[in-house]
């Protein structure tokens, strides 16, 4: 497997997502531009310029049309996926740390971060069709959470909103009243940080990674804890593949911890594991840092990951992977 290394970034990357189609690859990072660019051969094809700080994190719409950007400048955008240009800004008081388009594209979910004694919250914003007509005011506010809310997702039919955080707790919520509906089990939950959280294909299910060394798999109705992979590093990033039953776990110890300790200590690798047997099938090497975002192609041919290094590596599977037996 030769991965194609893309290098568009000065800083550590965030976040990376595909499109529907997977032909295109977005990533985020701590640079002020989300780049854009081709899946298949790693070509960039352009730069989304605006922002005034970290973007934490994106979404693009079903038809690629639109992009949403979360960013530590306090705002979030809405881009031009073809041309660039930024559509509307949605500003808040505090920074912006996770976004996601609703089944749909007409809402968005947004979370924001404490900041200056204003507690974090998740917000639903209405898309609008044409950019002229929207507005920047929510439709619901959610706050709960102690700490960052790293990661807030749409559930099944965008009945409810599922988010995850610094307070290591997932909390479902109702998308429509704002009720809390539902809490993860204490004894079967994480015990730090949840950093990541990815839905599969078809919402029955999902996955967290967290600071304490673990992915775990979730039902997204009832919050049982299904599965549990374990590693070493503190996890950073998840990611599900949409054809095979693998999930790919991606971290590494902290990156100002990095320079006292050997390489191979630091584990910045991904991780493959069986989503059923829970057992490691295998790892992918080459990032010299902590691995902080994942995102698989869907057509399960290919994964990308994203580095404190600034790079993005994107691997092309062998024939071989697809007859790993368990």
């Given at each position: 497997m030769r991965p194609i290394l893309l290098k568009g970034h000065e800083r550590p990357l965030t976040f990376i997502k595909y499109n529907e189609d997977g032909d295109?690859?977005?990533?985020?990072?701590?640079?002020?531009?989300?780049?854009?660019?081709?899946?298949?051969?790693?070509?960039?094809?352009?730069?989304?310029?605006?922002?005034?700080?970290?973007?934490?994190?994106?979404?693009?719409?079903?038809?690629?049309?639109?992009?949403?950007?979360?960013?530590?400048?306090?705002?979030?955008?809405?881009?031009?996926?073809?041309t660039g240009q930024q559509l509307f800004s949605f500003d808040f008081k505090c920074p912006a740390r996770s976004v996601e388009f609703s089944i749909g594209d007409r809402l968005a979910v947004i979370t924001t971060d404490p900041f200056m004694g204003v507690p974090s919250a998740i917000h639903v914003k209405r898309i609008a069709k044409d950019p002229a007509d929207q507005t920047g005011e929510s439709l619901l506010t959610l706050q709960g959470h102690q700490g960052k809310i790293n990661r807030a997702v749409w559930g099944p039919l965008n009945k409810t909103i599922i988010s995850v955080g610094e307070d290591a707790v997932i909390r479902v919520w109702d998308s429509e009243t704002g009720k809390l509906l539902i809490e993860n089990e204490e004894e079967t939950g994480h015990k730090d940080e949840i950093k990541s959280l990815v839905k599969s294909k078809d919402g029955s299910h999902f996955l967290t990674g967290s600071r304490d060394k673990s992915g775990k798999l979730w039902d997204t109705r009832t919050l049982t804890l299904l599965k549990t992979y374990v590693t070493q590093p503190p996890i950073n990033a998840v990611a599900?593949?949409?054809l095979l039953d693998h999930v790919v776990l991606g971290g590494g110890q902290d990156a100002n911890k990095v320079t006292t300790t050997d390489h191979r200590a630091g584990h910045f690798e991904s991780k493959f594991f069986d989503k059923i047997h829970e057992k490691e099938i295998g790892t992918v090497k080459g990032h010299f840092s902590p691995i902080n975002a994942l995102a698989f192609n869907p057509d399960g041919n290919s994964f990308s990951t994203g580095g404190e290094d600034g790079y993005v590596r994107i691997n092309h599977f062998d024939s071989d992977y697809f007859k790993i037996k368990v």
């Open positions: 295109l690859l977005f990533s985020c990072a701590k640079d002020h531009n989300p780049n854009i660019w081709y899946a298949d051969n790693g070509e960039r094809l352009g730069t989304y310029v605006g922002h005034n700080g970290a973007v934490w994190c994106c979404d693009v719409s079903r038809d690629s049309s639109l992009l949403i950007t979360g960013s530590g400048d306090s705002t979030s955008k809405l881009w031009n996926v073809r599900m593949s949409p």
